[in-house]
């Protein structure tokens, strides 16, 4: 699986952006699609993942109630809304998914995860 993530830039405070994930190649419905962040000299985190067939989704407590994961299946992408901005979201953004399926407390482990497109730059500043 190949993994495309686009859409970081510069936003100020309170903004929006829309990232976006195509995936290639072998998908299957019970893979977990998820978006984790990094912060330089910080571990990479999940910010929110959900399968491809939908159904529960995984928010990290810090971005519940402003971001919104999404999918549209018959173009293989996901997406992460994020609202309300602020500087503490300033990171590198990644997409991941899993080779199997994995069980929702897996979700947030980044072991989990099998595939990796690569970083795009988020940078919330006025």
């Known amino acids: 699986v190949q993994l495309q993530a686009s859409g970081g830039g510069l936003v100020q405070p309170g903004g929006s952006l829309r990232l976006s994930c195509v995936a290639s190649?072998?998908?299957?419905?019970?893979?977990?699609m998820g978006w984790f962040r990094q912060v330089p000299g910080k571990e990479r985190e999940v910010v929110a993942a959900?399968?491809?067939?939908?159904?529960?989704?995984y928010y990290a407590g810090s971005v519940k109630g402003r971001f919104t994961f999404s999918r549209d299946t018959s173009k293989s992408t996901v997406y992460l809304q994020m609202n309300s901005l602020n500087a503490e979201d300033t990171a590198d953004y990644y997409c991941?998914?899993?080779?199997?399926?994995?069980?929702?407390?897996?979700?947030?482990?980044?072991?989990?995860?099998?595939?990796w497109g690569q970083g795009t730059q988020v940078t919330v500043s006025s």
């Open positions: 959900q399968r491809w067939s939908g159904g529960s989704t």
């Open positions: 190649g072998r998908t299957h419905s019970g893979q977990v």
């Open positions: 991941a998914a899993t080779s199997n399926s994995p069980v929702f407390s897996e979700w947030t482990r980044r072991r989990a995860y099998d595939y």
